[in-house]
């Protein structure tokens, strides 16, 4: 069996994840001896094969679409931000003291905040936030957005129940569901948390929420727009957005988990932008 350390992405429909690439590209970079590969499994099959990886000899994966919140059970320990999200995107193994006991991250809420305020110089201090969506791609990013600095954060989500239950959830930093206040329009960032562009289609947006000063971010991203940038273009919005910084952010923190040193992100985001021009 290899002595390097295995790492992988385990989603389902991840066939076009960058993340094999850029976790190629950090390791070599930071001088980094390990493999990187791709898992796509169903929901059902999620456990026995996140299991399966680390039984083999697996150090570490990251957790993406549909499988944050099931991470969530399977890991035994968790950072205090995979507590707060109820999700997690990110296991490790034997990255602390006790080194059979899975430890479970979330590392999405950082890597958009860094996105946005570094990557993009966009200053979240104050601001009027709409997010779409309600499952484990919104957990890890609400608290990291209120404790950045946003102002109002409210939750829209097809199914208003599940808004309102996570707007529960986080009500101590501030957050609301959609429809529960004042929510009014023109919000200053959208932030796309649903799955609806990897199949395609336009998430459910409130009517009047984008105009020419907001902001569209989708967490997704594609090797070209996506619908819902596409939308907002066409709605007049400032900007629209997809998620490739967030993802490039968020991936530097599993590795800094798992290998102890923060890679430089600047130069694969703009080597992966370069592959997805045009």
Same mark, same amino acid.
């Given at each position: 069996?290899?002595?390097?350390?295995?790492?992988a @992405? =385990? /989603? &389902?429909?991840? /066939?076009?994840?960058?993340?094999?690439? =850029?976790?190629?590209?950090? !390791?070599?970079?930071?001088?980094?001896?390990?493999?990187?590969?791709?898992?796509?499994?169903?929901? !059902?099959?999620? +456990?026995?094969?996140?299991?399966?990886?680390?039984?083999?000899g697996?150090?570490g994966?990251? @957790?993406?679409?549909?499988?944050?919140?099931?991470?969530?059970?399977?890991?035994?320990?968790?950072?205090?931000?995979?507590?707060?999200?109820?999700?997690?995107?990110?296991?490790?193994?034997?990255?602390?003291?006790?080194?059979?006991?899975?430890?479970?991250?979330?590392?999405? #809420?950082? $890597?958009?905040v860094?996105?946005?305020?570094?990557?993009? /110089?966009?200053?979240?201090?104050?601001?009027?936030?709409?997010?779409l #969506?309600? %499952?484990?791609?919104?957990?890890? @990013? *609400?608290?990291?957005?209120?404790?950045?600095?946003?102002?109002?954060?409210? =939750? &829209?989500?097809?199914?208003?129940?599940?808004?309102?239950?996570?707007?529960?959830e986080?009500?101590?930093?501030?957050?609301?569901?959609? #429809?529960? #206040?004042?929510?009014? %329009?023109?919000?200053?960032?959208? =932030?796309?948390?649903?799955?609806?562009?990897?199949? $395609?289609?336009?998430?459910?947006?409130?009517?009047?929420?984008?105009?020419?000063?907001?902001?569209?971010?989708?967490?997704?991203?594609?090797?070209?727009?996506? @619908?819902?940038?596409?939308?907002?273009?066409?709605?007049?919005?400032?900007? +629209? *957005?997809?998620?490739?910084?967030?993802?490039?952010?968020?991936?530097?923190?599993?590795?800094?988990?798992?290998?102890?040193?923060?890679?430089?992100?600047?130069?694969?985001?703009? *080597?992966?932008?370069?592959?997805?021009? /045009?």
């Open positions: 069996m290899s002595s390097i350390d295995r790492y @992405v =385990i /989603g &389902h429909g991840v /066939g076009h994840s960058r993340s094999p690439q =850029i976790h190629g590209l950090f !390791a070599q970079s930071t001088g980094q001896s390990m493999q990187y590969g791709l898992i796509d499994v169903p929901a !059902a099959d999620f +456990a026995a094969a996140a299991r399966d990886f680390f039984a083999g697996g150090r994966l990251n @957790v993406t679409v549909p499988h944050k919140e099931a991470a969530r059970s399977l890991a035994e320990r968790l950072t205090p931000r995979a507590r707060r999200a109820g999700a997690v995107n990110t296991l490790a193994l034997g990255a602390e003291s006790d080194a059979r006991a899975l430890l479970g991250d979330n590392t999405d #809420g950082a $890597g958009l860094r996105d946005l305020t570094v990557n993009l /110089g966009y200053a979240l201090t104050g601001t009027r936030v709409l997010l #969506g309600a %499952g484990g791609a919104a957990r890890g @990013v *609400i608290a990291p957005l209120l404790q950045g600095g946003v102002g109002e954060l409210m =939750i &829209h989500n097809r199914t208003p129940a599940r808004a309102q239950q996570l707007a529960r986080f009500a101590d930093l501030g957050a609301k569901a959609f #429809g529960d #206040g004042a929510d009014g %329009g023109g919000y200053d960032l959208i =932030i796309n948390a649903t799955s609806a562009s990897l199949r $395609g289609e336009l998430p459910s947006v409130p009517q009047a929420a984008c105009d020419t000063r907001t902001i569209c971010y989708d967490l997704a991203y594609g090797s070209s727009e996506t @619908v819902f940038v596409r939308w907002a273009r066409a709605a007049g919005a400032a900007g +629209a *957005i997809m998620g490739l910084g967030m993802l490039v952010e968020q991936a530097a923190e599993s590795f800094l988990l798992w290998r102890g040193v923060r890679p430089d992100t600047a130069p694969v985001l703009a *080597i992966l932008r370069q592959g997805t021009a /045009g």
